[in-house]
């Protein structure tokens, strides 16, 4: 790493003689004031993450308002998403684009779907829970392997 950043620094300094070298032998105006450096990409990345740790897009405005309705009215709003779909998924066939904004439905509504666990719950899955622990009564590659083989508890 340390032999790229100074081949890196030795092309830049040759590059920076050369501008000096056309600069001093085609100009005879006023010398410019040097331009500001960019700041490296990976602050940008980091920043960009950083934006993203703010941004919630399932607690947005219309998302909760469809919840706190759906608490109240369930069968209503249902109803009502159904029928804003059906517009939609109509306007889109209209406009040529109907499969793809069945597909990107298809998608948020797996997205919205998967909800969220509670305090103290555990996932099916064991490598989501805290020390990987199983759920009881689950079957896994040890036990079918020693039922298979009839091997001892």
């Not at 305090?119 to 990987?132: I, L, M, P, R, T």
């Amino acid at each position: 790493m340390e032999k790229t950043r100074a081949e890196l620094e030795a092309y830049r300094q040759r590059k920076r003689e050369e501008a000096a070298a056309i600069a001093a032998t085609t100009s005879n105006t006023v010398e410019e004031e040097p331009k500001p450096r960019r700041q490296e990409p990976d602050r940008w990345i980091a920043y960009a993450y950083h934006l993203l740790d703010l941004v919630d897009p399932l607690d947005a405005w219309p998302l909760r308002k469809w919840r706190s309705t759906y608490d109240g009215f369930p069968s209503a709003t249902l109803a009502a998403t159904a029928l804003i779909y059906l517009i939609g998924q109509i306007y889109f066939v209209w406009i040529e684009f109907g499969a793809v904004f069945f597909v990107f439905s298809c998608l948020t509504g797996i997205c919205l779907g998967l909800g969220s666990k509670r305090q103290g719950e555990v996932s099916a899955y064991s490598v989501f829970n805290s020390n990987c622990e199983r759920l009881l009564g689950s079957m896994t590659a040890e036990h079918f392997e020693r039922d298979m083989l009839h091997r001892k508890k």
